[in-house]
């Protein structure tokens, strides 16, 4: 029993545990949204999504699954080598159960007449969807894979990628299919676009702070001791009043956020605070980027 209980393999397994979990738990959304409001009221998707769609709609008689796994053989040729061996296997299994999903996970047509609802509802349930499936250590095959790319080389957010691919298949749409339905398909595409950002790195989001005060020096301790944050002091001087003054500079997550306000706060409310948006953040502990 000693050996058993002092077996490595566990973590190992949890980790594989975790992230089939969430490739299924997104491919069956990802699947809700397809049969469920897409191909009901014809909506396009984008990327390969939406390619197997539109021949789909095409010829009828060609599966979605089938087109979209089919499709998928050049891209994650380009995952094993640009990526991580991991990420490609992981990848591999997503499109399995993505497509599966697809085939076999069909509950009917949402009671939605609107399409403007349709459109805003798909968005959030398919955007729910990939970034759960992103959140994992794969994806979905697709352009998941290219956007992963996109990502580590040239830190263009997910979203944002996804959504210029899109425009590619959207124009096809609105030449093939009514160009009112090719609108309906873009706010679907850009509302599925900032659900994903928000489900990936949403929670994640690191801010950056500059701190003015002639308090500096019991804030920066508060921050090192309450927080546990590193607090760099940068030399100023007024622009106004030409004396030199100590700026802090700190990085905290979106959770820390309320706490270091309440610190600034208590030990000079008439500190001067400036909170920024971060894209990404590379470090020690502090940092966000991408597990892939």
Do not use: C
Not at 23 to 34: D, K, N, P, Q, Y
Not at 70 to 76: E, K, T, Y
Not at 77 to 88: P, Q
Not at 168 to 189: G, K
């Amino acid at each position: 029993m000693k050996g058993v209980s002092q077996w490595g393999g566990w973590p190992v397994l949890k980790t594989i545990g975790l992230n089939l979990g969430l490739l299924s738990v997104g491919s069956a959304l990802t699947a809700l949204g397809i049969n469920g409001i897409l191909i009901p009221h014809r909506f396009v998707s984008g990327g390969v999504t939406g390619f197997s769609l539109v021949l789909h709609y095409l010829v009828p008689t060609l599966s979605v699954a089938l087109i979209y796994a089919l499709a998928n053989v050049p891209l994650f040729l380009a995952g094993w080598f640009f990526i991580s061996r991991r990420f490609f296997l992981y990848s591999i299994v997503g499109t399995l159960l993505y497509s599966g999903a697809v085939a076999w996970l069909d509950v009917g047509p949402l009671p939605i007449q609107d399409k403007l609802l349709a459109a805003i509802l798909a968005g959030i349930i398919l955007g729910t969807g990939s970034g759960i499936i992103l959140k994992s250590l794969g994806s979905a095959g697709g352009t998941d894979i290219l956007s992963v790319m996109l990502l580590h080389r040239f830190s263009i957010r997910l979203g944002t990628t996804r959504l210029a691919f899109n425009i590619l298949v959207l124009a096809a749409a609105a030449l093939l299919f009514s160009f009112e339905d090719a609108l309906y398909t873009l706010i679907y595409l850009y509302v599925s676009a900032q659900i994903v950002d928000l489900v990936v790195t949403g929670l994640s989001q690191r801010k950056a702070i500059f701190i003015i005060s002639p308090r500096w020096q019991e804030i920066s301790r508060s921050i090192l001791s309450e927080i546990h944050r590193g607090v760099t002091i940068l030399r100023g001087e007024g622009g106004f009043s030409q004396r030199e003054q100590q700026i802090l500079y700190t990085v905290v997550t979106f959770r820390e956020l309320a706490t270091l306000k309440r610190i600034v706060r208590s030990e000079d409310p008439a500190a001067f605070v400036v909170v920024s948006d971060t894209t990404e953040v590379m470090g020690h502990r502090i940092g966000n980027q991408p597990h892939w």
